[in-house]
């Protein structure tokens, strides 16, 4: 049978007030987009993702979101705002994000964008981050205004509440037991890296005197790999952030690049283990000019457009060895795009402003 390769992209929407072209895709001495990647090329699906659909939702300043399924666009219902996470099965595609007002939600969708429904998630300024499907139950990772949780098929279960929390990532064992990661403060106000099982939470570990996020899991046998951020104390910087991941509770940091050489910092939005369990953390660089696409491979740094491009890595995959990454040209807000491989950028459409969070990418038989 054939193979169906569904790879889904979230972007969310952001101001685009008094920005210009230029600003938009941060090249310099650029004045033409399609001097450094490939705008809105009818082909590039063909070329690229043969006997397979490319879906990416997301959303833009001007509609809300949005998903597209190669170039036919849908509009998402409830004025949804921003697109965060996804899941696939039997299928149908699972969006997680929220609407106008604050209102986290669940979009369920056929792959043609047909059959499209909403499900609200409780709290008051609840935001959807993670989702997945297991056993029939849907469950979203987040957090509402009073502090971090979960939903089940829409009902809230906090996490930590009456404090500064977040949660993000989710997972299952094979035991049934579920995870959560993202982070709690202290009574002392530091951001303390965590993750809960069943509810209880558990403290990760950080430099000391510093603080730490955990943003993503993923579950390989006994091994709990836990991919986030943490940032130690500099006496010039302040604070300097880097890519972190734990496995079974041990950390391992990886490098931004020489201080001496201007890097200061750097952000992680994903993270993906692949077959043989290198470990990839995704997100920007940053030294004084500004941020760039950047991926860590077991801790090493990794420039995308061998550090041409300014912008960031929202999502990153590696099939048959090949980095897919999903993100924007500029940061916050930017222009969204693909990357395959070490070709050009490919740019949905070049007066789009947005951003990008989550991708995924199924191999289905």
């Given at each position: 049978?054939?193979?169906l ?7 969310s ?51 809300g ?23 696939y ?26 059959n ?5 998630l409780?709290?008051k ?6 989702i ?11 957090y509402?205004?009073?502090?971090s ?5 829409g ?20 035991n049934?037991?579920?995870f959560?990661?993202?982070y ?14 069943n ?10 005197h ?7 899991i ?8 836990v991919?986030?951020?943490?940032s130690a ?27 001496d ?13 692949d ?8 997100g920007f660089?940053?030294?004084m000019?500004?941020e ?26 590696v ?5 897919i ?8 807000p ?10 050009k ?10 951003e ?9 038989i």
């Amino acid at each position: 049978m054939k193979k169906l390769l569904i790879l889904i992209v979230f972007f969310s929407s952001c101001s685009k007030e008094n920005l210009n072209p230029e600003e938009a895709t941060n090249f310099e001495d650029i004045t033409n987009l399609e001097d450094v990647a490939i705008v809105g090329s009818s082909s590039f699906f063909e070329e690229n993702f043969k006997n397979k659909i490319v879906v990416v939702a997301g959303g833009t300043t001007e509609e809300g979101a949005v998903v597209w399924i190669n170039h036919k666009k849908i509009l998402l219902l409830n004025d949804a705002l921003e697109a965060t996470g996804l899941f696939y099965q039997d299928n149908k595609i699972y969006v997680t994000g929220w609407t106008y007002g604050g209102k986290g939600s669940v979009w369920i969708m056929d792959l043609d964008g047909s059959n499209q429904t909403v499900m609200e998630l409780e709290g008051k300024y609840s935001e959807g981050q993670r989702i997945m499907v297991h056993n029939g139950d849907i469950y979203t990772g987040g957090y509402f205004d009073n502090g971090s949780c979960y939903w089940k098929n829409g009902s809230k279960i906090d996490l930590t509440k009456n404090a500064d929390s977040m949660s993000w990532g989710l997972a299952m064992d094979s035991n049934n037991n579920l995870f959560n990661v993202g982070y709690y403060m202290s009574q002392h106000h530091s951001l303390i890296p965590a993750f809960w099982k069943n509810g209880k939470r558990n403290k990760l570990n950080r430099p000391q005197h510093g603080d730490g996020e955990a943003k993503y899991i993923k579950i390989i046998g006994n091994k709990k790999i836990v991919g986030g951020t943490t940032s130690a104390p500099h006496n010039f910087l302040g604070y300097i952030t880097k890519p972190t991941y734990w496995i079974n509770g041990n950390r391992k940091t990886g490098q931004i690049g020489s201080i001496d050489e201007g890097w200061q910092n750097c952000d992680v939005f994903d993270m993906f283990v692949d077959s043989e369990e290198n470990v990839y953390l995704a997100g920007f660089s940053q030294d004084m000019d500004g941020e760039y696409p950047t991926y860590w491979k077991n801790g090493q740094k990794n420039l995308l457009s061998n550090g041409e491009a300014k912008g960031v890595i929202r999502s990153l995959k590696v099939i048959d060895g090949d980095i897919i990454a999903a993100g924007t040209l500029s940061y916050f807000p930017g222009t969204p795009c693909l990357w395959v491989g070490d070709e050009k950028p490919y740019v949905y459409d070049e007066n789009a402003v947005g951003e990008v969070w989550d991708m995924l990418i199924i191999d289905a038989i």
